[in-house]
């Protein structure tokens, strides 16, 4: 099973997530940064609140190594997937 | 095959057996279809950051179409749903089944409630005139189109791209509230989830967080981008 | 089942109280599930066939009536002459039905299926009832894609690839409802395919018998596992795929279509991320079989056990980035061309690994050519064959000249039909006793195999040739081209070989069916053979085993110094073996 730890506080990560939700909308709508940066940022948020979700309610932190390996397999292809139909346009 | 069943039911990984990844089967296999939704989604999501990336002309700016506050709020909704789910989960490994059955509830009226909230931002869209392949003729979006507050070369894509991504997510959010459901008359409320087997709660735990995990990165990328 | 039976290794199952329908049925049993797999992919099998001879008969005699053309109706081949319209639905729906249909399913559905927990030492699969969904999504789909071909205006026909947007269109392909049915049964095809990915994963990991490391497997479940992971991660972007085709169809969206600021290459980009997988799922079984049957016919272990392993592993991971060579003349990025150039020569290297590890477990071998065997053995033959028409292609100046001709429709068969059909053969006829508990003719089985043999090369080689001179694939009449003309006695003879290769199959039908009721009674173990299945009666029982064997050893150990006979079970204990770490709970 799980290898054994201290249990996250559930609460905490959900200010947490509660934060970075209103960090985004506050960038899209309301800062008057360039659109390029905008989307880095954006794209860091959500991948920061998505890896929360996923290491902490998910217990992905506290699995064994094997288990994160499977879960984080597809990540890679998709990125691949991606950049390939991404680098028809670019040339 | 009951001596089987016992003890893939239980929250051991079945003996007699060599060591596979410590995980019991209903988990693991629960984990396994993760990796093929992920696999999915990359392909409807991978669709549409390809065609907006290789689209000649500019994308519609958000919040023209669809509306932000609504979906924030929705957003919000569903990680409460993810936060309510694990506390369910936290409930029953401490072995109190009251509990869990509480915060069960609640995160099947959240997800419940994510549903509605999303069939009904649909109705609105369709009835201003956004549509899967794009903007209606006549409607009020296709006035915006007319006087260029919307692009006219990209809103066919948008309306593909938009209503496919956030249909599927809708359809498997469901898929968890019914789940989730079943569970609660079939399993939680007869009190047939202890202290020692609460696999059904965790494994659908999975499936739910999965859910808002996607959402996290669609609410950005077609939301706010 | 006989007493003597009765008395060997395995022990009975509990006594089985189901009824008829939920034993034969709807049934969970991983058995049961793999025959009806069986059964309807053989049939799937024949319609792909039929559909291939009248293909045949148009490019081998081209404007002449067919023979039993009568039955088509007048839209398709009036008077028994087929049509361009209907042409390409043959050979739309010959590569969906052959690829989807039969051999996908023959080699996982089946084998995957019935091996699995027989090979490892567990009662069943790991989720019995999703097992039993699988096949039944499997089934439905198709259901709807055989009654695609009765549909007002015909069936999909735009190729088994369905590029878009020549698929999305009812305009531009003269087709209605048939492209939908297309997009619709896929759908299902992938969802059983995850269904039972997800099944074959979870069981191999977790329900191995005590000493049953991963070291231990057969190669036979190595490629299973592997090829699960491979069905798992790429099923899903077809079917993703397949429903944004289905809503460009319907609901008039605009994936694909460039008019609309879509993409025609992106349905390219999404297919082909499965597809090339999807050649993989098509092979690796089939290798996997292969290995254990040429070490059981060569009494020896394998040559290169692990380096076998690591080769599937390397397949598998380098299969995800080699699917852009199936798009060199598409007017992709050059760069990312070129990158897949090289990706795609690097995998012929894992490929290469296992073909001399073959060699090398033959070699000096106590060579026994029974039938399994002598399918094996031509199997690595044509697969070499197979591979070296691979490494032309991946070369992308090569395939510029060579893309969409008949090189390639050889390339596929010699892997497909020589490599994955003949695999296919030999396993079947492998574990047929197992299954039902009789024994195929041995002698029928070696006549097929030689006539197969034979008309298959006549059949599918001079297609390199043919391809060479410029024949493009799909195309109803070749002799609208004058320099394609010359060719024509050349299709001729292939058409005829094919005709004899079609009915040369019957005898491996008649000798299948025919042995179901008449065949031999089948010992335990016939082919003296290793694996745990062995230790079971034949054909299996329902559960299996009531106690699950304990392993001792690995699955090669054949002419082993510590006993006798010249071959080793692995669930067999000899005085050294110790036992495994694990010790089982009492009741298993």
Redesign the interface.
Known sequence: METAHKRPNYILIWVYLAVLTAAELALAFELPISRNLKLVLLLFLAVWKAALVGLFFMHLKFERWNLRIMAI??LP?AV??IL??M??H?? | ?T??AA??DQMQ?????????D???KK??MW??L???V??F???IG?YV??RF????EWARPGIVLNIKITAFNTFLLICSSVSMVKAYAAIQDGDPKKMRFWLLMTILGGATFVGIQIYEYVHLVEHGF????VREGSELAALVANGTLPA??M??Y???F??MTG?HGFHVTCGVISMAYLYFTKALPGKYSKQDYGGIETVGLYWHFVDLVWIILFTIVYLI | MTSVAATAHGAQA?HDDRSFVRKYIFS?DHKIIGIQFLFVSLFFLLVGGLLAMQMRWQLGFPGKPMPGGGVLPETMAPGGVILPEYYIQLVTMHGTFMVFFAIMPLLVGVFANFLIPLKIG???M???R?NMWSFWTFLIGGVVMLSSLFVPDGAARAGWTMYAPLSARHDYSGASIGQELWSVSIIFVGLSS?LG???Y??TI?????????WFRLPLSVWSLFITAILG??????L???A??LL??QI?????F?PA????A??WQ??FW?FGHPEVYILILPAMGMVSDIIANGSRKPIFGYHSMVFAIVAIAFLG??VW?HHMFVSG?????GSSFMVSTLVIAVPSAVKTFNWMGTMWRGNLRFHVPMLHAVAFVAMFVIGGLSGIFMAATPVDMQIHDTYFIVAHLHYVLFGGSLFALFGAITYWYPKMFGRLMSEPWGKVHFWLTFIFYNCTFFPMHITGMAGEMRRLYDPNQYTFLQPWQPMRVFISISAFLLFATQLIFFVNFWWSLWKGQKAPQNPWEDNGLEWSLPSPAP??NWEK?PTVYRGPYEFSSPQVAEDYLPQYKKLPTDRE?A????A??
């Not at chain 2, 549509?131 to 794009?134: K, R």
């Not at chain 3, 798992?232 to 972007?237: F, I, K, M, N, R």
């Not at chain 3, 992709?332 to 990312?336: E, Q, V």
């Not at chain 3, 694990?582 to 709970?585: C, E, F, M």
């Open positions: 397999i597809p292809l691949i997937f390939a139909g680098s028809d670019i040339w | 095959m001596h089987a003890t893939v990984p079945p003996y007699p057996a060599e060591r596979g990844l995980v019991y089967n693991l296999g396994v279809f990796a093929s939704e696999m999915f990359a392909a409807l669709t390809i065609l290789g689209a000649t002309g549509v899967p392949s794009g070369a990209t066919g894509l309306g593909s791209t209503f496919t599927f | 509990h969970t567990t009662h069943d790991a989720f019995p999703i995850i990915s997800l099944n994963i979870t990991i977790n329900n191995r018998a005590p000493g049953m490391t798992l991660l790429a099923l899903p972007v079917s993703g795929a429903i944004m809503f460009d609901i008039g969206t605009h994936f279509d609309a600021g879509g993409q290459l992106l980009h999404l991320f995800w980035i852009g992709m990025n050059p760069t990312l329902h559960g699950v495994p694990r010790v089982p709970l009741g298993h």
